[in-house]
């Protein structure tokens, strides 16, 4: 892997990921990741934006042997994909300074023990002249951590936003060159990790539309050179306003809960409203995250374990609890043996949702004709109140 050239003493030097197949522990990578890192030489000054994941620091310090100094490393997020490898950047070039916002300093001494006295914390706005080239750091919270930061290369017209407009995406394309397959890979990131900031992030989006940038250079997934199609994406996903589109994530031990929600789904798709049903034992979690973004109604589908949710359907629901999509309205349809407090369950782990509740259904045993006709009646409920925002 080598080095690319953005601009004139402008450098693309991170790693590609092509194998890493889950992140945190919990997010599904199916096309890899990178973590892209950007050198800056300046007539005065050497810079690098972010540095990699830990696993690959040595290809790192590797592009790094085109430079004999380094003045400062600017940290524009802590989360250690980015910055895990700021230790040993420092170790090979011991006289440079970490640059970072002012929440980050703290973060980054909690997280990779740098020493305080190496960080420089920059205020918002603030302005570093590397001589003919000059930095401008924008303070955007929440894309993804509370400290994250972008900064805007003048001279050059680049953003460099982190995670902000990233994707988990392994490619040799330096520069997106397949639209829809990023689309779909920014989308999954967004959904994942900034949907619960979609509020905070409007306002990062109009703060950074006032800088003409020509290039966006994220911290994962090919760089943006007709920059406008991915904001404009970001626009429909943190807007208010949700798509025709019920998401049904469901689990069934028996067969009861898949029969109510094959009914259902096809009730739905009759009166002409798209359906996305996600088996929770298999399902990717990524394309569910995906669909939540746009998704007006989720209705969840679970047997009664005992008398609670199985647990798959726990998890989600905490997922959407976490995630806190911008769905409309919310219900529960599934069965139970003897006694069920699934709906009261569920409804005690969703409390970040602010969704009207539409009717759950609830089938003793095997759904009887009465269970489909109530499950007739939820489609017809959600049909009207997608009819009264003007949805379909
Ligand atoms: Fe790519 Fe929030 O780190």
């Not at 570093?128 to 017209?157: A, D, M, N």
């Not at 967004?190 to 966006?216: C, D, G, H």
Request: hydrophobic share 45%.
């Amino acid at each position: 892997m080598t080095a690319r050239q953005i601009r004139k003493d402008v450098w693309w030097m991170g790693a590609i990921d092509w194998d890493r197949r889950l992140f945190d522990s919990l997010i599904p990578l199916p096309d890899g990741t990178s973590y892209n890192a950007y050198l800056i030489k300046g007539k005065d000054k050497v810079v690098l934006i972010d540095s990699v994941d830990p696993t690959m620091t040595e290809i790192l310090l590797n592009h790094l042997k085109m430079v004999d100094r380094l003045d400062y490393i600017i940290s524009l997020h802590a989360e250690q994909d980015h910055s895990g490898a700021i230790p040993d950047v420092l170790k090979k070039y011991p006289e440079a300074k970490v640059i970072s916002s002012s929440q980050a300093k703290e973060m980054l001494a909690d997280l990779l023990h740098l020493p305080p006295d190496k960080i420089i914390p920059v205020e918002d706005g603030e302005k570093l002249s590397l001589g003919q080239k000059t930095l401008c750091f924008l303070y955007t919270p929440w894309v993804h951590w509370p400290e994250t930061i972008c900064v805007y290369l003048e001279e050059e017209r680049i953003l460099f936003s982190c995670d902000f407009f990233g994707s988990h995406l392994a490619t040799s394309d330096l520069y997106v060159t397949d639209e829809g397959r990023v689309i779909e890979a920014a989308k999954r990131y967004y959904a994942e990790i900034m949907m619960p900031f979609r509020k905070i992030i409007q306002k990062n989006l109009e703060k950074i539309s006032v800088w003409p940038f020509e290039i966006i250079a994220p911290s994962h997934g090919p760089l943006y050179d007709k920059p406008e199609f991915i904001v404009q994406a970001y626009r429909e996903w943190v807007s208010d306003n949700p798509r025709n589109l019920v998401v049904i994530p469901y689990v069934s031990m028996h067969g009861s809960t898949f029969k109510m929600v094959r009914h259902l789904v096809s009730a739905l798709m009759e009166r002409g409203m798209e359906v996305r049903q996600f088996f929770l034992p298999e399902t990717d979690l990524g394309k569910l995250a995906i669909s939540l973004v746009d998704a007006a109604t989720v209705v969840l589908g679970t047997p009664t374990v005992h008398v609670g949710p199985h647990p798959l359907a726990t998890f989600a629901a905490s997922l959407l609890n976490i995630l806190r999509p911008k769905v409309k309205f919310l219900s529960v349809v599934g069965s139970y043996g003897w006694s069920t407090k699934v709906v009261e369950q569920i409804a005690s782990l969703i409390t970040n949702i602010k969704a009207e509740i539409l009717p759950p259904v609830m089938a003793k045993g095997k759904p009887r004709e009465a269970d489909f006709r109530a499950l007739d009646s939820l489609a017809e409920t959600i049909f009207q109140k997608h009819q009264a925002l003007r949805l379909l």
